[in-house]
């Protein structure tokens, strides 16, 4: 069993800062990538980054250098910097996971609101 809990939302103007995180916990030795999925109001559930245990790292490309995705050393509970936020940037942010013989798991969401 697989569970994600996923922190750090918020609303923030333009130009700021904030950090997502994601806290994994149960049976997560077969879990071999994690990341974030976002949500925004009328548009399809998207890629926004994701790290691998071979530490591969894929960022979409509306990122642009804006988002960092990184893990602690325990390698499963990963975070997501969030630079230069944009008004676009406002989602619903999902942690994933994906692992052998379970598949996806999500976690609740967290709510980032980028507006002056």
């Known amino acids: 069993q697989v569970q994600l809990v996923e922190s750090g939302g918020g609303l923030v103007q333009p130009g700021g800062s904030l950090r997502l995180s994601c806290a994994a916990s149960g049976n997560i030795f077969s879990c071999y990538a994690m990341g974030w999925y976002r949500q925004g109001p009328g548009k399809q559930r998207e890629l926004v980054a994701s790290?691998?245990?071979?530490?591969?790292?894929n960022y979409a490309d509306f990122v642009k250098g804006r988002f960092t995705i990184f893990r602690d050393n325990a390698k499963n509970t990963p975070h997501l910097q969030m630079n230069s936020l944009k008004p676009e940037d406002t989602a619903v942010y999902y942690c994933y996971t994906t692992c052998q013989r379970i598949g996806v798991v999500w976690g609740q969401g967290t709510q980032v609101t980028v507006s002056s």
């Open positions: 790290i691998t245990t071979g530490g591969t790292i």
